[in-house]
């Protein structure tokens, strides 16, 4: 399956934007890239996804590099409820549909 | 509310004990999936299914079966608890119709402590 690497940890004060990177330099063709957030007690909730271009919905922003090989999710103004771990990853029609989680980027949002 | 719903969410088990863990989704979706979390770390893919009738193994499917009777339902069996299977377990399902291109819904989670 195709990997991806993201920053461990990241900080962020309240009401900025949040800007987190992720590399997927082995993407394939097929290959969906995927964010998922999970708060603190809770499952993983869908945040947005896309292929090649670049998307938007009412919770984040995709910018995805033209060579597909990275990607950003960004958070237009961080609130303190958008703490926690978000996943980055790559669903392959290929490989079965699954989602094969790394270790994801924690959130911190100060006040 | 449509959305994933898990049973039971908390559950407390004997080692060598038996159990089922539930998933079911009205969403129509043809993909589900089982993941378990444990503490401190990210979710590891244990079954998944396709489609009622056809499942496959992830990454850590050792200790569990799974079947898909219907598009619904998708239960998870402990065949015999270990503490090493102490965790969260998440199902999740999602549709299939554009291959990668859908969002994944996660229910809430099943707490299982294996003693």
């Known amino acids: 399956d195709a990997k991806t690497t993201q920053p461990n940890s990241m900080e962020s004060n309240e009401e900025e934007p949040v800007h987190l990177p992720c590399n997927h330099s082995?993407?394939?063709?097929?290959?969906?890239i995927h964010w998922y957030r999970q708060l603190p007690s809770q499952g993983p909730e869908y945040v947005i996804h896309?292929?090649?271009s670049n998307v938007n919905n009412r919770m984040a922003s995709l910018a995805i590099a033209e060579d597909r090989k990275s990607s950003t999710l960004i958070l237009h103004r961080a609130t303190l409820r958008d703490a926690a771990v978000y996943y980055c990853?790559?669903?392959?029609?290929?490989?079965?549909?699954?989602?094969?989680f790394g270790g994801g980027t924690r959130v911190l949002v100060k006040p | 509310n449509a959305g994933v719903t898990q049973t039971p969410k908390f559950q407390v088990l004997k080692t060598g004990q038996s159990m089922t863990l539930q998933c079911a989704q009205d969403m129509n979706h043809e993909y589900m999936s089982w993941y378990r979390q444990d503490p401190g770390m990210g979710l590891r893919l244990i079954h998944y299914?396709?489609?009622?009738?056809?499942?496959d193994q992830g990454e850590v499917p050792n200790g569990y079966n799974v079947s898909r009777s219907t598009t619904e339902d998708f239960p998870l069996r402990l065949l015999s608890a270990a503490p090493s299977q102490t965790s969260v377990y998440f199902c999740?399902?999602?549709?299939?119709?554009?291959?990668?291109?859908?969002?994944?819904?996660f229910g809430s989670g099943t707490r299982l402590t294996v003693v």
């Open positions: 990853i790559l669903r392959d029609k290929a490989a079965g549909n699954k989602l094969t």
């Open positions: 299914s396709v489609g009622a009738g056809i499942t």
């Open positions: 999740a399902s999602s549709y299939l119709g554009q291959g990668a291109g859908y969002g994944y819904t």
């Open positions: 082995t993407i394939s063709g097929t290959d969906y």
């Open positions: 896309g292929l090649t």
